[in-house]
């Protein structure tokens, strides 16, 4: 299993990225799907997460209304976009996987999710 997370990069203020992170070796649908992150010297942080179908959605209070995830099963691909970014948006982003049934919930757990991505680093500039 593979999670390859990339659109990272260097962005000011109110500016927007949108991450993404291609599945290869798993049946992509099985899978809810979590984004989290992580700063230098804080604990990795839940962010979004989103079912099997793409049918439900769950947003930390630190992001909503400025993070979106969404994916698309037929390219093995989920996505993040971030608008309205700040500097404590600053960190490594990662994609998580948890292998589901159709009407188990997420948690927001990081021991929840089976499989992590590498990171793509986002640095947000004042």
């Known amino acids: 299993v593979q999670l390859q997370a990339s659109g990272g990069g260097l962005v000011q203020a109110g500016g927007s990225l949108r991450l993404s992170c291609a599945a290869s070796?798993?049946?992509?649908?099985?899978?809810?799907m979590g984004w989290f992150r992580q700063a230098p010297g804080k604990e990795r942080e839940f962010l979004v997460a989103i079912t099997r179908s793409g049918a439900s959605t769950d947003h930390a209070d630190s992001v909503k209304g400025r993070f979106t995830i969404s994916r698309d099963n037929a390219k093995k691909t989920v996505y993040l976009q971030m608008n309205s970014l700040k500097p404590d948006d600053t960190a490594v982003y990662y994609c998580a996987a948890k292998r589901t049934i159709l009407t188990a919930p997420i948690l927001r757990e990081a021991s929840f999710f089976d499989y992590w991505g590498q990171g793509t680093q986002v640095t947000v500039s004042s």
């Open positions: 070796g798993l049946t992509f649908s099985f899978y809810a």
